[in-house]
């Protein structure tokens, strides 16, 4: 099975920077990803990581590092339409492409 | 844009009732996926299929059944409906390409209330 451990809630304000962690246990991992969910709204993708390393999109980036089961979400400049529950989600090997997911780490944006 | 599109964003049914929760996908996806998102458990895999008429159960199927009788459609059903199962229910789909992202599109939700 897996186990995926992020924080349940996060506090920063806006035009600072936020990092969300996420920690997993898997057998045979076959990438990260990580979706946004605003309240009442479907998640939505925002990154994808399946090597060791940064990747960086705009505002956003997520790191991997496959050995210590370790992930983090970035979100730089942050706005208050970032206030939303951010969702690491991971793929094993086999399986047919179902990930799971972690509980969700929602963030507040403060003034 | 991959649309995936839920029948229904509310319903309210009786303990008992026979439920169906309706999800179409517009880009030719290989998988679909039903979840159930509740607050502090996150989001729980009910059922998905890789293929049409193929399906596999996930982390939670029990009271649940699922078909996929055309590619584009996957339907959750619950037999015998109860208040356990009051919960937000989502659809996605995704690609099937080996050594690529495969992305999961999700719909907006359907938030099922069994009274």
């Known amino acids: 099975g897996q186990n995926i451990d992020q924080p349940t809630e996060m506090t920063a304000t806006e035009g600072a920077i936020v990092q969300i962690n996420c920690t997993y246990q898997t057998s045979g991992f076959n990438g990260l990803f990580w979706y946004q969910q605003h309240a009442g709204e479907a998640p939505t993708f925002l990154s994808y990581?399946?090597?060791?390393g940064l990747e960086e999109k705009g505002r956003f980036s997520s790191f991997l590092s496959r050995s210590k089961g370790y992930s983090y979400l970035l979100l730089k400049e942050l706005q208050m339409k970032d206030s939303a529950s951010y969702l690491c989600a991971v793929r094993a090997i086999g399986g047919y492409q179902k990930v799971t997911f972690g509980t969700g780490t929602k963030l507040q944006v403060i003034p | 844009d991959v649309k995936v599109t839920q029948s229904s964003r509310y319903l309210v049914k009786r303990t008992g009732e026979k439920v169906f929760l309706e999800c179409v996908q517009d880009m030719d996806h290989e998988n679909m996926f039903w979840y159930r998102q509740d607050p502090g458990l996150g989001l729980r895999l009910i059922y998905f299929s890789y293929d049409v008429k193929m399906k596999e159960k996930g982390d939670i199927p029990e009271g649940y059944s699922v078909s996929r009788e055309k590619k584009e459609r996957f339907s959750l059903i619950l037999e015998s409906a109860s208040t356990n199962q009051t919960s937000m229910y989502l659809c996605?789909?995704?690609?099937?390409?080996?050594?690529?992202?495969?992305?999961?599109?999700f719909g907006a939700g359907t938030r099922l209330s069994v009274l």
């Open positions: 996605a789909s995704s690609l099937y390409r080996e050594l690529a992202k495969n992305i999961q599109y």
């Open positions: 990581n399946v090597l060791d």
